[in-house]
């Protein structure tokens, strides 16, 4: 079953999609998960169900490598802001690029910056060799503020991506199409690359022609800049 902040991202892909082609959809999540696509779109001509099919370059049987150790260093990111909080740290937003395994020295570093900055300073700090640190003291109103970033997982090159790729997960995507067909006709498919982390860096570098195995259409959206409708 698809999480909450799955579902979530999935609306925002397909409001994004919207935006980008200057249509006016009107989003919402599908009766049930089972019989339906992921997405109910409403426009100006009628309804259309959406699938939505996050790509990674990477992905094999297994997924992706790159997106399963970036779930990881969120969740230990994660884990560093709860403890620190814990301790009743003030309101901070942090930074970090570099490795991050040493948790103790991390967490010891950013609680003693922390501890000494004004409200709205910044600090940059090394706890050790290989890892860089941006604490920005907050206000205090802002509570335990946890949305703190692994910078390292959000800058990179941006590759290509090639027909092989699209195709084989359109094909994947499209053995559930006659269960779907019996409660909306038009089915389509919303393919992204979530440029917002490594794992999803890609784009087309030209529109590509390619089999659509039944669905009556095809997006692919390099997040959150650019879209692109396949032909066939």
Same mark, same amino acid.
């Given at each position: 079953?698809?999480?909450?902040?799955?579902?979530?991202?999935?609306?925002?892909?397909?409001?994004?999609?919207?935006?980008?082609?200057?249509?006016?959809?009107?989003?919402?999540?599908?009766?049930?998960?089972?019989?339906?696509?992921?997405?109910?779109?409403?426009?100006?001509?009628?309804?259309?169900?959406?699938?939505?099919?996050?790509?990674?370059?990477?992905?094999?049987?297994?997924?992706?490598?790159?997106?399963?150790?970036?779930?990881?260093?969120?969740?230990?990111?994660?884990?560093?802001?709860?403890?620190?909080?814990?301790?009743?740290?003030?309101?901070?937003?942090?930074?970090?690029?570099?490795?991050?395994?040493?948790?103790?020295?991390?967490?010891?570093?950013?609680?003693?910056?922390?501890? +000494?900055?004004?409200?709205?300073?910044?600090?940059?700090?090394?706890?050790?060799?290989?890892?860089?640190?941006?604490?920005?003291?907050?206000?205090?109103?802002?509570?335990?503020?946890?949305?703190?970033?692994?910078?390292? /997982?959000?800058?990179?090159?941006?590759?290509?991506?090639?027909? /092989?790729?699209?195709?084989?997960?359109?094909?994947?995507?499209?053995?559930?199409? +006659?269960?779907?067909?019996?409660?909306?006709?038009?089915?389509?498919?919303?393919?992204?690359? /979530?440029?917002?982390?490594?794992?999803?860096?890609?784009?087309?570098? /030209?529109?590509?022609?390619?089999?659509?195995?039944?669905?009556?259409?095809?997006?692919?959206?390099?997040?959150?800049?650019?879209?692109?409708?396949?032909?066939?």
């Amino acid at each position: 079953m698809t999480s909450q902040n799955q579902k979530s991202l999935e609306l925002t892909y397909a409001k994004r999609t919207g935006e980008l082609l200057k249509e006016s959809w009107a989003v919402a999540p599908s009766p049930d998960e089972v019989s339906w696509p992921d997405l109910i779109v409403t426009t100006e001509l009628g309804k259309f169900g959406l699938e939505v099919r996050e790509i990674y370059l990477d992905e094999s049987s297994k997924g992706s490598t790159k997106k399963a150790n970036e779930k990881n260093n969120l969740k230990n990111i994660q884990k560093l802001a709860d403890v620190y909080y814990k301790s009743n740290g003030s309101a901070i937003r942090v930074n970090l690029l570099g490795y991050i395994g040493h948790h103790d020295k991390l967490l010891s570093s950013i609680t003693k910056e922390a501890s +000494q900055l004004s409200e709205f300073e910044q600090k940059r700090i090394e706890p050790y060799n290989g890892c860089v640190i941006y604490v920005l003291r907050l206000s205090d109103q802002l509570g335990e503020y946890k949305r703190w970033n692994y910078v390292s /997982d959000q800058v990179g090159f941006v590759p290509p991506i090639n027909k /092989d790729i699209i195709e084989r997960v359109i094909f994947e995507k499209a053995k559930n199409l +006659q269960k779907y067909s019996k409660n909306i006709s038009d089915v389509r498919l919303l393919l992204v690359s /979530d440029g917002l982390f490594n794992s999803g860096k890609a784009r087309l570098k /030209d529109n590509i022609i390619c089999n659509t195995y039944g669905f009556n259409s095809i997006y692919y959206l390099s997040y959150p800049e650019s879209v692109w409708k396949l032909t066939s």
